[in-house]
T-cell receptor, first 112, second 115 residues
């Protein structure tokens, strides 16, 4: 069954603005990851946050994790046209190997 | 110098046919995966192999058979293709092995269309 649910499903903002995407999940996790998918391409890993971490930064990306609320958010600051893509959260659990369960994604459009 | 490669990129075939998708990674990773992404962009894991051994099998119909000849390759063979098999199939690899917990590196995807 699908683990993560993302909100909003689509987001359209002006270049330079900040974009925030949210992800909620249902069960205990080992880590939570965010991926980007450009149209017609494979997924690219952006950032991983472990279950014992609350916040993580990578360049213009900021991820938070609240395990009590089973939710995470991805903030992209100072957005650029090149940030236009679909963004997926994925919850990681260990079942022999790491198993990632993906949300349905947020389609982000940055308008120049 | 592609990290995770898949062939073919596009595959169009008739219902009932058998087809294979190949995946290779040159990252030296121990763990490889197959995912299916449907028309609504929902991405779901199908299989995971660690060092040629099947670790995860997510209630996929047995028409789907993964094969790992070595840890750098994970191929997907599909028998008796059905319309519902139409999707984009992604291969991925991860360096973490059974310890898990790391990022996954995805291939460019294979768009399968069953007519």
């Amino acid at each position: 069954s699908q683990q993560g649910e993302e909100d909003p499903q689509a987001l359209s903002i002006q270049e330079g603005e900040n974009a925030t995407m949210n992800c909620s999940y249902k069960t205990s996790i080992n880590n939570l990851q965010w991926y980007r998918q450009n149209s017609g391409r494979g997924l690219v890993h952006l950032i991983l946050i472990r279950s014992n971490e609350r916040e993580k930064h990578s360049g213009r990306l900021r991820v938070t994790l609240d395990t009590s609320k089973k939710s995470s958010s991805l903030l992209i600051t100072a957005s650029r046209a090149a940030d236009t893509a679909s963004y997926f959260c994925a919850t990681g659990t260990i079942q022999g190997a790491q198993k990632l369960v993906f949300g349905q994604g947020t389609r982000l459009t940055i308008n120049p | 110098d592609t990290a995770v490669s898949q062939t073919p990129k596009y595959l169009v075939t008739q219902m009932g046919n058998d087809k294979s998708i190949k995946c290779e990674q040159n990252l030296g990773h121990d763990t490889m995966y197959w995912y299916k992404q449907d028309s609504k962009k929902f991405l779901k894991i199908m299989f995971s192999y660690n060092n040629k051994e099947l670790i995860i099998n997510e209630t996929v119909p047995n028409r789907f058979s993964p094969k790992s000849p070595d840890k750098a390759h994970l191929n997907l063979h599909i028998n008796s293709l059905e319309l519902g098999d139409s999707a984009v199939y992604f291969c991925a690899s991860s360096p973490m092995g059974l310890a898990g917990g790391g990022e996954q590196f995805f291939g460019p995807g294979t768009r399968l269309t069953v007519l």
